[in-house]
């Protein structure tokens, strides 16, 4: 176990909809990144946070958008949904921007 | 902007023997930190090993250690004595202490099969 929390595990909704991740990171991590892993592709990074702040982006659609609490969980939405929204969504946390970040279990997304 | 390149896309080794995973990196920055990822079936993606650039010393953990060649920009992982359990992909990964360029970038993936 990790320690980084992810909710839900699995979510299937359809096309047209929105829907919102969950992750809790670490207790004591202030640093959150999102990433998106496509059936039998590699790691895409979406977006990062550090203490509430954006601190770095990545090819992120502007139907997704994130954001991290005062509490530090972060959420992902991510609107309209398109057939290749289908993918795993993982979290991921660290204690500060430079050490290494531990993955939460991923967030499967359907989109039908 | 710094690339991860993992050539190979898969891999296959005898149980009990010793494989090597190679990995390649662009970087213009003096400091940074690699590290080796594995995903299991299950999807969930855990840390193997991580390698300060500063450190001249190759980074070890239990039958894992990686080759760090910093001039070449090299980092490959040797799995010894090979188990089962070890079949997964597995994904080499750069960090920037910097700023904006702190994100994990991930090379592709390469998948290891282990043969009983």
């Known amino acids: 176990d990790s320690g980084v929390t992810q909710t839900p595990k699995h979510l299937i909704t359809a096309t047209g909809q929105r829907v919102t991740l969950r992750c809790s990171p670490r207790s004591g991590d202030l640093s959150v990144y999102w990433y998106q892993q496509s059936l039998d592709q590699g790691l895409q990074f979406l977006i990062q946070?550090?203490?509430?702040?954006?601190?770095a982006k990545g090819n992120i659609l502007e139907r997704f958008s994130a954001q991290q609490f005062p509490d530090l969980h972060s959420e992902l939405n991510l609107s309209s949904l398109e057939l290749g929204d289908s993918a795993l969504y993982f979290c991921?946390?660290?204690?500060?921007?430079?050490?290494?970040?531990?993955f939460g279990q991923g967030t499967r997304l359907t989109v039908v | 902007a710094q690339t991860v390149t993992q050539s190979q896309p898969e891999m296959s080794v005898q149980e009990a023997e010793t494989v090597t995973l190679s990995c390649t990196y662009d970087?213009?920055?003096?400091?940074?930190?690699l590290f080796w990822y594995k995903q299991p079936p299950s999807r969930q993606m855990i840390l193997v090993i991580r390698q300060e650039a500063y450190k001249q010393q190759n980074a070890t953990e239990n039958r894992f250690s990686v080759n760090f060649q910093k001039a070449a920009k090299s980092f490959s992982l040797k799995i010894s004595d090979s188990q089962l359990g070890d079949a997964a992909m597995y994904f080499c990964a750069y960090r920037s202490p910097t700023g904006a360029n702190s994100k994990l970038t991930f090379g592709k993936g390469i998948t290891l099969s282990v043969r009983p």
């Open positions: 970087t213009s920055e003096s400091d940074y930190y």
């Open positions: 991921a946390s660290s204690v500060t921007t430079h050490t290494e970040a531990f």
């Open positions: 946070y550090y203490n509430g702040e954006e601190r």
